[in-house]
């Protein structure tokens, strides 16, 4: 079990009066650092709430599951760590690496990058 196994996580953020918000992101991880962009995806406004969240409080969490029908395979990571926003980083190669959707058409950003402080996991054995 490892946070890069998962192919989609969600970000959860905190506004500035402390009002939490929660999304589902596609991601790649490597150490301590995760990277999350801003994609083609069609949004209603490149002025997302999570980029508004993370410059009010730099504070995330990143959850990542496996789920199953079979319950002695499921697992668990939270990740919780800071987060900046960049318009470019070399780390965008890590989600063109994973995710073949990317390769393509290269997500153009923004982009989160966190540094992971803390990682919380669950499993049953």
Same mark, same amino acid.
Do not use: C
């Given at each position: 079990m490892r946070l ?16 939490p918000h929660i ?24 002025? *997302? ?12 969490? *990143?959850?990542?599951d496996h789920y ?26 890590? *989600? ?30």
């Amino acid at each position: 079990m490892r946070l890069d196994d998962a192919r989609v996580a969600r970000l959860a953020t905190v506004d500035a009066d402390g009002q939490p918000h929660i999304v589902p992101v596609t991601f790649a991880a490597r150490g301590d650092t995760v990277v999350i962009a801003v994609d083609h995806k069609p949004k209603s406004t490149r002025d *997302l709430k999570r980029l508004r969240n993370i410059r009010a409080n730099e504070k995330v969490s *990143l959850l990542v599951d496996h789920y199953a029908e079979d319950w002695s395979e499921l697992w668990w990571i939270r990740a919780d760590g800071t987060a900046r926003i960049l318009e470019t980083t070399e780390a965008s190669a890590w *989600l063109i690496d994973k995710y073949p959707q990317y390769r393509d058409n290269p997500p153009a950003g923004p982009f989160i990058v966190i540094a992971v402080t803390h990682q919380t996991a669950w499993s049953p054995s």
